[in-house]
């Protein structure tokens, strides 16, 4: 950091650096793009924070990010409410709809079952997917969760889960390759993998 940068600055590109895939380098020609472009890039980008973090809530339904409640997915009426598809995160459920294959209904589990990360089923919203497939409207839930160690141990968790309720349980088939992750595949690959789902 130069010696002449000022605190806010320093807060600035600091802040930055948070963000996922932002080093301390890519914050500070982050921070210099926007200083530099106030009123093209700051300005408009303050006010778009200001009112997402005002305006955008989790959807009590599936726990999708929205600003009404429940979310667009869920109260689309032209959505099949016959299928869930269960995720990890909002990326993922991004990354579904990007490819456009799929019509049905979501449910975000807010993360996956890791006992190193200290991520248990209170953590996560499993009260919440195993109460939706209770209601009678759910046929089948499909398991959209990563090919690593921890997205089979929770998907095998939610099979066990989810058995009692009568709901068929698949998971995607493994076009996604190991390791993986949703936000990050082409669409053509979620869209095969779809198509190609099993029984868990």
């Known amino acids: 950091m130069p010696a002449s940068a000022s605190p806010e600055i320093d807060r600035l590109i600091g802040l930055l650096a948070k963000l996922p895939g932002m080093g301390p380098r ?4 982050a921070a210099l793009a ?5 009123e093209q890039l700051m300005q408009p980008l303050a006010e778009a924070l200001s009112a997402a973090a005002e305006k955008v809530k989790p959807c009590s339904t599936c726990g999708a990010l929205d600003t009404r409640d429940p979310c667009a997915i869920c109260a689309d009426p032209t959505r099949d409410r016959t299928l869930i598809c269960v ?3 909002v990326g993922a459920l991004w990354a579904m709809e990007r490819g456009g294959a799929y019509r049905g209904l979501y449910h975000v589990l807010g993360g996956l079952l890791s006992a190193l990360d200290g991520m248990g089923p209170d953590q996560l919203r499993i009260g919440e997917l195993t109460a939706r497939a ?10 959209a969760l990563p090919a690593t160690v921890d997205g ?4 095998h968790y939610l099979a066990e889960r989810l058995a009692p309720s009568g709901v068929q349980v698949t998971s995607l088939a493994r076009g996604v390759p190991v390791g993986g992750e949703l ?6 690959t979620i869209a095969q993998a ?4 099993r029984p868990a």
């Open 152 to 155: 089979q141990t929770t998907a």
């Open 183 to 188: 936000d990050w595949l082409d669409d053509g």
């Open 194 to 197: 779809l198509r190609a789902r």
């Open 134 to 143: 209770r209601q009678g409207e759910a046929r089948e839930a499909i398991l």
């Open 34 to 38: 926007l200083l530099k472009r106030r």
């Open 87 to 89: 995720v990890e995160e």
């Open 26 to 29: 890519s914050a500070r020609r």
